[in-house]
């Protein structure tokens, strides 16, 4: 006992010293913790203002609340008379390792906080994504559940959507209805313009602003083609699509103009024979297609 009072009093002064950095390294450490707490409070106050998705301000939030408390544990440790180089050392390449082994869920993680805070997209919006097109059902840090028309489920992960462009078909509270109408070229070209735009002035989803357009736009090698491009609502626009194709078939079925389909005549001779040649047509239909249905038959 008289040993321990004995050297107690002769380091009676690095004890003090030691003591005095303890309670310092111990302020530091809390006011590292309330630090954080304030910075993260104000940093959420701050992007709930904004379009962000609170999972994102709640995510980053946490990072910047981790860091900090991990810098003050340092700061700690350090002041106390800790050595902690070799320990930022050591966590240095335990991250490094860990970045390199989750590389990809890394990329997905980050086009996440991407998506989630520009936005291109949102729940319900009709998109082409990454090769896939559907409706958003949800938007998650790693992935992007996406609904196809043919009501499945595809998943896709974040950084293959942020790798691709983007299609938004819901972005806007309108859309332009593009279809190639192709008639005979014996038909009256005024007629079938007059056919064409009575069928969208009788619609009432055809909206006034813009006005609607019909024009020739193409003397193909078997029909004149015509350009048919109202505005519709946005969730008016497959419903009006269908309707109007059917819609405008019966009315130039009515009016009397032919829609034309591809012939090719084939001329035969018989060797020998005085007869002639012998003619055949051969016919072959081919319905007068639209440039709508081909880029965005996926979309109904």
Known sequence: MNEMWLWLEENQSILAMYAVRFVIGLAILVGGFILSGIISRSMVKRLDKSKIDNAVVSFLAGIVRAIIVAAAIMMALSHVGIQTTSFIAILGAMGLAIGLSLQGSLANFASGV????????????YVEAGGVSGTVIGIELFTTILKTPDSKKVVVPNSQITSNPITNYSEHPTRRVDM??????????????????????DDPRV???????????????????????????????WPFYWDTMETIKLKLDEAGIGIPFPQ??????????????????????????SDADKQHANHG
Not at 273 to 288: F, K, M, N, Y
Request: proline share 5%; glycine share 8%.
């Open 114 to 125: 991407l998506i989630m805070i520009y936005r291109p997209f949102k729940s319900g919006d």
């Open 207 to 237: 909206l006034e602003e813009p006005e609607p357009r019909v024009s020739v736009n193409e003397l193909a090698d078997s029909s004149v083609n015509f350009i048919v491009r109202p505005w519709v609502n946005s969730e008016d626009y």
């Open 264 to 289: 090719m005549d084939v001329h035969l001779h018989q060797g020998g024979s005085d007869e002639g040649p012998i003619r055949i047509a051969s016919t072959v239909s081919q319905s007068a297609g």
């Open 180 to 201: 190639v109408i192709g008639v005979s070229y014996s038909a009256d070209l005024k007629k079938t313009k007059e056919v064409l735009m009575g069928v969208l002035n």
